[in-house]
């Protein structure tokens, strides 16, 4: 995703054609020929999530006896 607040920055840095004459193919060109991936922030986020869930199991079992709550379809009401 390009954000278009400085076009001409752009347009410098990765040597693209501000002129309207000739269209650009979409999909192409030194801008996409790239891929940056943060391995960092992802394993951060990953432990962050990982670390919720188990305060939520163990916030649940501490509060409400975890699956004990559970009705069985079997039992009358």
């Known amino acids: 995703m390009l954000h278009l607040r400085r076009i001409l920055r752009w347009a410098d840095k990765y040597n693209l054609n501000l ?3 000739s269209k650009p193919v979409p999909g192409e060109g030194s801008v996409f ?3 940056i991936l943060n391995v960092t922030i992802a394993s951060i986020c990953l432990a962050v999530l990982i670390l919720a869930i188990i305060l939520v199991i163990i916030f ?13 379809p079997d039992d009358e009401l």
Do not use: G, K, Q, Y
């Open 19 to 21: 002129s309207l004459e």
């Open 33 to 35: 020929s790239s891929t």
């Open 60 to 72: 649940d079992r501490h509060d409400r006896h975890f699956m004990a709550n559970i009705v069985d």
